[in-house]
C-alpha cells in the first residue's frame, strides 16, 4: 500500500510541472505540438496562468529556438503588475494563451493573444505572431511570402482593405498620415499562415470614440496565387 502511495504522489509531482501536454505529430513533417499552461502568483491567495504551444520535432537544435522564442514571449505576456489588485478583485479579466496555427511543411506558424476585459467597456486585445522555416529557425517576414514584382501591389491591397475597414467602423476622418502609419505597420507584419490562407494582422485607431478592434487582411492561397514566392518557404505549402 505504501508503494501505491508513492506512485500516485509521484505522478502528482510530474503532472504539477507539466501541467498537461498532448503531443500531436503531423505526417507530412513531423512536427509535433505539445501543450503548455504556467499558473504564476498575483497576490496573496491570487493566481493567474498562461498557456501556450510548443513543437517537437528530430532537429532539437531548431525546436529549441523556436521553442525559447516562443517562450520568451508569452512571458511577456502575463499580466502587468499595475492590474494584479483589479484582476484578483474580478474588476477586470485577463486572458493570455498562444496556439500553433500551421505546422506541415517545414514552417511553423504561432498565433499569441492577450485579452483584457474592462466591465461594461471595450476590451483591450494584442495580437502578436511568430513565423518560422523548420529547414534553418529563421524568421519568416511578411515580404518574402510575395514575389518581388508583387508586392507593391500587396501594399495597395492592404491600403485599399484598411480603407473599407476604417469605412465600416464609421471611421472616416483618416488621412496621409494614417496610410502612412498602415504603410509602416505593413513593413514589420503580425501574420499567421494556416492552412489555405494568410492573416496579416494591422492596428487599428484606437481612442475615446474609436472602436477597440483591429483590423485583419486575409489573402488566400488560391485568390492569390499568382501573388505568393513559390520558390521560397512557401514551395512545398503552395505545390497543389
Not at 529547414?135 to 508583387?150: H, R, Y
Not at 507593391?152 to 471611421?171: F, G, L, N, T
Request: aromatic share 12%.
Amino acid at each position: 500500500m505504501k508503494r501505491i502511495r508513492l506512485l500516485f504522489l509521484s505522478l502528482a509531482l510530474i503532472a504539477s510541472f507539466t501541467v498537461y501536454a498532448r503531443p500531436h505529430v503531423c505526417p507530412k513533417d513531423s512536427i509535433g505540438i505539445v501543450k503548455k499552461k504556467e499558473v504564476y502568483p498575483l497576490m496573496d491567495n491570487c493566481k493567474d496562468s498562461i498557456q501556450w504551444e510548443e513543437v517537437r520535432m528530430k532537429n532539437t537544435t531548431i525546436q529549441n529556438k523556436i521553442n525559447s522564442d516562443i517562450y520568451a514571449l508569452i512571458q511577456r505576456l502575463k499580466i502587468d503588475s499595475a492590474n494584479f489588485e483589479a484582476v484578483c478583485i474580478k474588476e477586470i479579466s485577463y486572458e493570455a494563451n498562444s496556439t500553433i496555427t500551421y505546422s506541415q511543411n517545414n514552417i511553423v506558424s504561432i498565433f499569441f493573444k492577450s485579452l483584457l476585459i474592462y466591465p461594461n467597456f471595450n476590451s483591450s486585445t494584442s495580437l502578436k505572431t511568430l513565423n518560422y522555416s523548420v529547414k534553418t529557425g529563421e524568421a519568416i517576414s511578411f515580404q518574402e511570402l510575395f514575389k518581388p514584382e508583387k508586392r507593391s501591389a500587396i501594399d495597395s491591397i492592404i491600403i485599399a482593405e484598411m480603407k473599407i475597414w476604417y469605412k465600416e467602423m464609421d471611421q472616416i476622418d483618416f488621412d496621409e498620415e494614417d496610410i502612412s502609419w498602415w504603410k509602416e505597420q505593413i513593413k514589420n507584419a503580425q501574420f499567421s499562415i494556416e492552412d489555405t490562407r494568410i492573416i496579416l494582422y494591422l492596428r487599428g485607431n484606437h481612442c475615446a470614440y474609436c472602436s477597440d478592434e483591429d483590423p485583419s487582411v486575409a489573402f488566400d492561397y488560391t485568390e492569390y496565387k499568382n501573388y505568393f514566392n513559390k520558390k521560397g518557404v512557401f514551395k512545398a505549402l503552395l505545390k497543389k
